[in-house]
């Protein structure tokens, strides 16, 4: 079973950045399809950003397409989320998470490892 371990969040202004790490340990991540979601107060956790296991396939909710990068590294079993010219909206909670085979998935169903969560905040 893998166990997933992010890190990198934290307080910023808006127009900011952050990166978010997300590293896992057990079995090796290289057939993993990897994401992140996101959770706010009050609100369903929702699909950011995606990524095959080969790294060749990339997705992001509309929302942060331009402004959130997705990469993974197979040989240090991480992946990383980074996040620019970020918005208050951004904030939430952070999750990893991780499914076995190349293809991404967008909805929380479709993983059945994740992350404790990291937490965002965007001050205006």
């Known amino acids: 079973q893998v166990q997933l371990v992010e890190t990198g969040g934290g307080l910023v202004q808006a127009g900011g950045s952050l990166r978010l790490s997300c590293t896992a340990s057990?079995?090796?991540?290289?057939?993993?399809?990897m994401a992140w979601f996101r959770q706010a107060p009050a609100k369903e956790r929702e699909f950011v950003a995606g990524?095959?296991?080969?790294?060749?396939?990339?997705s992001y909710v509309n929302s942060v397409k331009g402004r959130f990068t997705i990469s993974r590294d197979n040989d240090k079993n991480t992946v990383a989320l980074q996040m620019n010219n970020l918005k208050p909206e951004d904030t939430a909670v952070y999750y990893c998470?991780?499914?076995?085979?190349?293809?991404?998935?967008?909805?929380?169903?479709?993983?059945?490892?994740w992350g404790q969560g990291t937490q965002v905040t965007v001050s205006s």
């Open positions: 990524i095959g296991w080969s790294g060749g396939s990339e």
């Open positions: 998470a991780a499914r076995p085979g190349d293809s991404v998935g967008i909805n929380t169903s479709q993983y059945d490892m």
């Open positions: 057990g079995p090796i991540l290289s057939k993993y399809s």
